[in-house]
T-cell receptor
């Protein structure tokens, strides 16, 4: 009965590789988000999708490409990984269209680029 | 743009001590305010929220009151436990959750 799940939990890879992180929510929410948390715990939004449409796209390198095949999934694909991409990435979801603003977070994916 | 500023940590307290973590915000409209908690190795969990001025959010002994006049949402707990050790994030969002802004986080360590 996991609400927001992410896979993998840990991801270790070499510079230059391409990798994907998957996110799924079973809450029936209409909006999903990706956040990046750096080593100092600072949390910054990267993307937001509402009903499969992009509504927030912060200043993120175009090596990062979110993909939302349906309202329950928002995957994050990263091309040509760099050392600075090492962080914990959190997926979240909410009921934006119902005016309910609480976001529910996944457990995070710790990405380490070597 | 809208932003949140919370007190820098780390904060170290003894068990049963009183906790206050300050949070102030800047917003053009009437945001909702949140406190999230992140336990070691886990994702963020909603701790409490308040959606309008003078609302008080409370959960697990934690409280915070939405103060529009001082643009603050300080987190308090009367008697902390070791299990409260975590990172606490203050956050705000517009009423539709379009853009949630988080503070930098405050690490709390409670010692027995």
């Amino acid at each position: 009965d996991t609400a927001v799940s992410q896979t993998p939990k840990y991801l270790v890879t070499q510079m230059g590789n391409d990798k994907s992180i998957k996110c799924e929510q079973n809450l029936g929410h209409d909006t999903m988000y990706w956040y990046k948390q750096d080593s100092k715990k600072f949390l910054k939004i990267m993307f937001s999708y509402n009903n499969k449409e992009l509504i927030i796209n912060e200043t993120v390198p175009n090596r990062f490409s979110p993909k939302s095949p349906d309202k329950a999934h928002l995957n994050l694909h990263i091309n040509s990984l760099e050392l600075g991409d090492s962080a914990v990435y959190f997926c979240a979801s909410s009921y934006r269209d119902r005016g309910t603003d609480t976001q529910y977070f996944g457990p995070g994916t710790r990405l380490t680029v070597l | 743009g809208d932003s949140v500023t919370q007190m820098e940590g780390p904060v170290t307290l003894s068990e049963e001590a009183f906790l206050t973590i300050n949070c102030t915000y800047t917003a053009t409209g009437y945001p909702s305010l949140f406190w999230y908690v992140q336990y070691p190795g886990e994702g963020l969990q909603l701790l409490l929220k308040a959606t309008k001025a003078d609302d008080k959010g409370s959960n697990k002994g934690f409280e915070a009151t939405y103060r529009k006049e001082t643009t603050s949402f300080h987190l308090e707990k009367g008697s902390v436990q070791v299990s409260d050790s975590a990172v606490y994030f203050c956050a705000l969002s517009d009423p539709f959750g379009n853009d949630m802004r988080f503070g930098a986080g405050t690490r709390l360590t409670v010692k027995p």
